[in-house]
């Protein structure tokens, strides 16, 4: 893997909420995820990247149901033709939402995926768009998780450093795992003809 893999066109930032980065059910460093995904933010706007803020949207008494202080996003959204929100139901951010339609419209054909959790929603969100055969870089200090607790009779508790990097190991190696947010660099997506 080089230093500074090629640029991306658009980012995805999977599921900033206010419940799983603030309070008593903040990811372990969250402080850190939060001031990297803002930075990739800042420089995807920048240069002029897609950059789609992906919201779950959890069931009724979820800490993440929608309308709660919880499900809010964290960072600010400048809506406008290359920033939008896409609200989801499922782990997988193109499951039955409309953002494959979005990329393609954009002719975004590489992107980077940063957020949480990193064993749910970023990685499911990431394999699905490998899948569709974009490039993904996922910067490794970008996406958290909560430890797993201990489960008695199967296993200790499993740290969340750990969680994040089997999350990863299990995308294979067709995605681009980047050790740091600072090495994805970004561009403008293609101009596409209109349909």
Do not use: Y
């Amino acid at each position: 893997m080089s230093e500074h893999p090629p640029p991306v066109q658009a980012l995805l930032v999977v599921d900033v909420q206010r419940a799983f980065v603030a309070g008593d059910g903040a990811v372990p460093g969250a402080e850190r995820l939060l001031a990297r995904t803002a930075d990739l933010i800042t420089r995807a706007r920048a240069a002029g990247a897609l950059l789609v803020h992906l919201q779950n949207d959890g069931p009724p008494g979820a800490e993440d149901e929608p309308g709660t202080p919880g499900w809010e996003l964290h960072h600010a959204v400048v809506r406008g033709p290359d920033e939008t929100v896409v609200r989801k139901e499922e782990d997988d951010g193109f499951e039955g939402t409309l953002l494959e339609r979005l990329l393609e419209d954009r002719g975004v054909t590489a992107l980077a995926v940063c957020g949480l959790m990193s064993e749910m929603c970023v990685r499911a969100t990431a394999q699905a768009a490998l899948s569709r055969d974009h490039r993904v870089v996922l910067p490794h200090d970008a996406h958290a998780t909560h430890d797993i607790p201990a489960a008695p009779g199967i296993a200790d508790a499993v740290p969340a450093a750990v969680v994040s990097r089997v999350a990863e190991w299990s995308l294979g190696s067709d995605a681009e795992v980047v050790p740091r947010a600072a090495q994805v660099r970004f561009t403008r997506p293609p101009a596409v003809p209109p349909r």
